[in-house]
């Protein structure tokens, strides 16, 4: 990616001088923090020179990058085009200290901050949308915030704070907070329309247009459709929808008015382990399946009648249909006196189907007797559509139909004072959250399917004449979830900031939260056979919602905690800078883990000490941070059923981000992060203490070099990005090895007369075979049963600008 130091604008964001990273590459450089959003026009806060990051609007009333004291980083329209991320989670792959497993699709992502233990989705990683949180909860059971938004073009920037005061603003975040900036109207009337293609069949229109309202009002709309099969093709279209942003800005001449809306309407297939052969650290096709391209998923898996009779598409796949709107004020009520409001409402629906493998796959014969025992046989093995007998040497494999559907709300206001005299600035705030999910889930409902690409459904006779399965199916559902949540967050926060000389800063601050949650739960009834007929197998040991309910197992949760931060920064030179921090950060049981009866709440205490160095030749920052992690809760679904494991964590890590330009029109970027992060007094079926906190590398790195040459009437930039992710493991037990793996990405760009741009990106060019899950719904080694990431696939696009 091309370097370039922007000079960004960001007014009225929180209101606490926040350290911006230096010498980040273009795609990953420092901006203001993402715990507000930027009122001033976005799409014109992008100045291409070579001066260092302004910060306007922190409590300090801004600071250069020298000056601040914590990292974060900044993405903007440009190197997010060039990026061409498959997903949103996939984006944040250029943020440090960050594991992000996009292979899952568009949705249903892994992200893990900084050896944060976690057993999946995105549990320390809040997504905000103009500074206010689309949905304070970061992460419910098949549902993580990135399912929530879409990347496109109407994002100007997006920012992604790491720890620091993270913990202190907003909802309160201790992990990783990533704000998208959407563009804004400007006096002077611009858009951009763009198609783009793909080699496996997408098709996408991004578009959007902006200008003037009067004399001191803009406004913007845009936002894109697309639709395609997806690199895994289940023979059906998996991909479809779109989103449509809108907003209107009025400026008063002390303060200023942001109005918003999205809409989103957006699935696409869940994907998840797929069979293939491992041997030690190498990994290669398990026979008859493409790990890169192939899917169980197939035409006629498609329509499912599971045991209850109802019909479940995997068309529906896993996706969105929510609005969210809200409003930034600012306002300047008198001199050293300035208010900041920030409100958000969301409502719609977050669904999850899948066919979800249980296990590796196996003959017929052994999978016979892995299920019903020892002494069992097949009796008679065919295909449920066609007929025909399928040897008992066949390879066959478990997957079940899950359907989960949520109904999801809630509205976040976050209302501060602004008080500034002399060289000190001092903000106070309030932060009021309230959101529900209405949840329905039906899980199990196994399938024996033939274990290869678009598996084909199996009927099973056992050799005693028991019936095993109908139309494929070998059991029923397994779990149910019929339940009502709501939840309440109340907070206060207080931040100081005081400039003692030019070179040195302290700041610190506290914040005190409330956290209440409240749920109404259907009970289940296990072990039901449903016909009565032990003779018919398939739908024996079905659970059954049974009519009564009760509340959360251990009562409505009320609790309160209180975090803190201090930070020190000094200023050797204008080059060279140093700061040191700490902070005390806490997160909150949310609904799924208070209805497995968890009610534990995670502390962390994290220590930060960076050093930052910004010449005209190279730009570098370091971080060195320490993490203790304690009352963790974690539920995994194992063998279809929630199971709870619970302990702490210690981290010490360093994050690097860096960029070198030799000569005009080269530049290299540099980025890696190491992580010894370990369990400590974490136990799930054993005492999993001293191991490798799952699913993040010890070494992670990017190496991005670029080139860009003006030809006078048009101008062309070759990049390419080589990236490694070391060994990791997938589980806890540190039973299931995930091999490291590297991955090579490239592209070229032609921008001819400062309008039309030509674009061509290619993604995994040498189509590597890198694993990023397991089988998580098993304890042990995941056998023949892994997620890879995406194979080798290019993107064309044209686009026109005015």
């Given at each position: ?127 905000q949308s103009s500074g206010v949180p689309i949905f304070p909860p970061p992460t419910l059971s098949f549902l993580e915030n990135t399912q929530l938004f ?148 197939g035409r006629e898996t498609r329509f499912s009648t599971i045991n209850t009779g109802r019909v479940v598409d995997l068309a529906d796949g896993r996706g ?404 490694y992710i070391g060994d990791r493991f997938s589980d806890p037990e540190n039973k299931q090895v995930l091999p490291k793996f590297y991955k090579l990405d ?57």
């Open positions: 990616m091309a370097f370039q130091i922007n000079r960004t604008l960001l007014l009225g964001t929180a209101p606490l001088a926040l350290a911006i990273a230096c010498a980040a590459p273009a795609y990953a450089q420092d901006a203001a923090p993402a715990t507000a959003a930027a009122p001033e026009q976005a799409d014109e806060q992008i100045d291409n020179s070579t001066d260092d990051i302004i910060v306007v609007g922190t409590a300090g009333g801004g600071t250069r990058r020298q000056d601040a004291a914590f990292a974060v980083t900044s993405i903007n329209a440009e190197d997010i085009s060039r990026l061409a991320p498959s997903s949103t989670a996939d984006l944040l792959h250029s943020v440090p200290g960050v594991s992000a497993e996009s292979s899952g699709g568009q949705n249903g992502a892994n992200i893990f901050v900084r050896g944060f233990p976690s057993g999946g989705d995105a549990e320390f990683v809040t997504l879409r990347i496109d073009d109407t994002i100007a920037r997006v920012e992604a704070v790491r720890g620091g005061t993270g913990a202190l603003f907003s909802s309160g975040q201790p992990g990783l907070t990533v704000n998208f900036v959407q563009r804004e109207g400007s006096q002077t009337p611009k858009g951009s329309v763009r198609i783009s293609a793909t080699d496996f069949g997408e098709v996408r229109g991004d578009a959007w247009v902006s200008g003037p309202l009067g004399a001191n009002t803009t406004a913007m709309i845009g936002g894109y459709y697309a639709q395609s099969n997806g690199i895994r093709d289940p023979q059906f279209r998996a991909e479809k929808g779109g989103q449509i942003t809108a907003n209107i800005r009025h400026d008063f001449g002390k303060g200023s008015l942001l109005v918003y809306g999205r809409y989103l309407n957006d699935h696409g297939q869940w994907l998840l382990p797929v069979p293939v052969s491992v041997n030690g650290s190498k990994v290669s096709d398990f026979p008859g399946f493409d790990a890169q391209t192939g899917t169980l998923a969105a249909k929510i609005f969210n709107g809200g409003v930034n004020f600012d306002y300047e009520l008198s001199d050293g006196l300035k208010i900041r409001e920030r409100a958000s409402y969301m409502k719609g629906s977050a669904d999850t189907v899948g066919l979800v493998p249980d296990a590796a796959p196996m003959t017929a014969a052994d999978y016979v007797v892995a299920k019903y025992g020892a002494g069992n046989t097949v009796g008679a093995l065919t295909y449920v559509n066609g007929g025909g007998v399928v040897p008992g040497s066949t390879p066959v494999i478990q997957a079940g139909i899950w359907e989960v559907r949520k109904q999801i709300e809630s509205f976040v206001n976050d209302l501060s004072l602004e008080f500034k005299r002399g060289d000190n600035t001092l903000t106070v705030g309030g932060y009021f959250a309230t959101y529900s999910s209405d949840d329905r889930w039906n899980l199990g409902n196994g399938q024996l399917l033939t274990a290869e690409e678009h598996g084909r459904r199996l009927n099973l006779t056992l050799g005693d004449g028991r019936q095993a399965t109908r139309s494929g199916f070998v059991q029923g559902a397994t779990f149910n979830v019929n339940a009502q949540y709501d939840g309440k967050d109340y907070a206060a926060y207080a931040v100081d900031e005081y400039q003692i000389t030019p070179e040195l800063r302290i700041d610190g601050g506290i914040r005190w939260q409330r956290h209440t949650v409240s749920g109404r739960l259907e009970n289940n009834t296990f072990g039901v056979d449903t016909d009565n007929n032990p003779n018919t197998l398939y739908n024996n040991g079905t659970a059954v919602l049974n009519g009564t309910f009760s509340g959360l197992p251990k009562g409505d949760y009320s609790g309160s905690k209180v975090s803190w931060t201090a930070g020190i920064n000094y200023d050797f030179s204008n080059q060279i800078g140093a700061f040191a921090r700490y902070s005390r950060g806490n997160s909150f049981p949310f609904f799924d883990a208070l209805r497995d009866g968890v009610t534990i709440a995670p502390k962390v205490d994290s220590y930060e000490l960076g050093l930052k160095v910004s010449t005209p030749m190279v730009s570098a920052y370091a971080t060195f941070f320490h993490n203790d992690f304690t009352g963790l809760g974690v539920s995994r679904i194992i063998n279809n059923v929630p199971q709870i494991s619970i302990g702490g964590a210690r981290t010490n890590g360093i994050e690097f981000e860096g960029t070198i330009r030799p000569v005009h029109g080269l530049s290299i970027d540099l980025g890696a992060t190491y992580l010894d992060a370990k369990y400590r007094n974490f136990f799930t079926s054993v005492d999993v203490s001293g191991l490798q906190v799952q699913r993040q590398p010890k070494w992670q790195w990017r190496v991005s070099p670029s080139y860009e040459h003006d030809f006078g009437g048009a101008k062309a930039a070759v990049f390419t990005t080589l990236s490239a592209g070229v760009a032609v921008t001819v007369a400062e309008k039309i741009k030509l674009q061509v990106t290619g993604d995994n060019l040498t189509n590597r075979i890198g694993l990023t899950e397991g089988n998580p719904r098993v304890i042990g080694s995941q056998g023949g049963l892994a997620r890879p990431i995406l194979g080798r696939s290019f993107r064309f696009s044209v686009g026109y600008s005015f």
